[in-house]
């Protein structure tokens, strides 16, 4: 069912996009593309666009999220000397800390895997995570102004809200998606985390007006089922 604003709601954007991406033929392993930040076709040169854009060539201090299509701008990235932080599955641990100092530049492309990041990170805890310089995250749409969906999980948005609940200033945030995924408009929520630089492996683009990002963790929407899943995020919520 449509948003009350007449809008298609974020699980019927989802859906719209995944099917389209799957018809397209253009999405790439893991398959299928549904129910996960989906790999699409030419991901490498969408990571690459990223690249070029000025915030992406200055920043020095990185998060990324571990997702398939995003592992092509985590090999460059470490490539040009920059630290990522990638964020443990689902929240359960703390960070891993990719510094490019620490790990041969032969071993840099097995690094930026999800698999064998473990080998060569240093685990970092949520309490000690420092300021970034960009956040690069997925999606699973996106339009012009800077409104974003990603699976539904909202982990994203958390790990940003963690961030500004630990006193750090906003940073900007960018994705590398398909143009499918670039989408005309879609009903969003207030906690969202909006993106203000979009890659694609056609072009790169600032969004126009993007949202209010949060500005700290809105406890009130985590059950203590989740933060006891998350036993980083609870630990925060009780120092």
């Known amino acids: 069912m449509s948003s009350s604003t007449g809008l298609l709601t974020k699980e019927e954007t989802r859906n719209k996009v995944w099917d389209l991406l799957q018809e397209r033929g253009v999405a790439r392993f893991p398959y299928p593309p549904h129910n996960r930040i989906p790999n699409f076709e030419r991901a490498k040169k969408a990571a690459e666009n990223l690249l070029t854009h000025p915030l992406a060539q200055k920043a020095k201090i990185l998060k990324v999220n571990p997702d398939a299509p995003q592992r092509y701008f985590r090999i460059e990235a470490l490539r040009a000397g920059k630290c990522v932080y990638m964020p443990s599955p689902r929240l359960r641990k703390g960070f891993l800390l990719l510094d490019p100092e620490r790990i041969e530049s032969k071993n840099l492309k097995e690094a930026a ?25 997925g999606s699973v749409a996106v339009t012009k102004k800077g409104k974003r969906c990603g699976k539904g999980h909202g982990y994203s948005d958390l790990e ?52 209010e990002p949060p500005d700290g963790i809105l406890w009130e929407l985590l059950t203590e089922e989740e933060l006891n899943n998350m036993p980083p995020v609870k630990r925060l919520k009780y120092r």
């Not at 999800?114 to 420092?130: G, H, I, M, Q, W």
Request: charged share 25%; proline share 12%; glycine share 2%.
């Open 113 to 137: 895997s999800l698999s064998k990041a473990p080998k060569y990170a240093r685990e970092v805890r949520v309490e000690d995570l420092p300021a970034v310089d960009l956040i690069v995250t």
């Open 160 to 211: 940003y809200a963690i961030l500004r609940e630990l006193g750090h200033p906003a940073p900007p945030v960018a994705t590398t998606v398909h143009e499918l995924q670039v989408v005309d408009d879609f009903a969003a929520d207030a906690h969202d985390l909006p993106v203000n630089i979009v890659a694609t492996p056609e072009r790169v683009f600032e969004t126009l007006d993007p949202p």
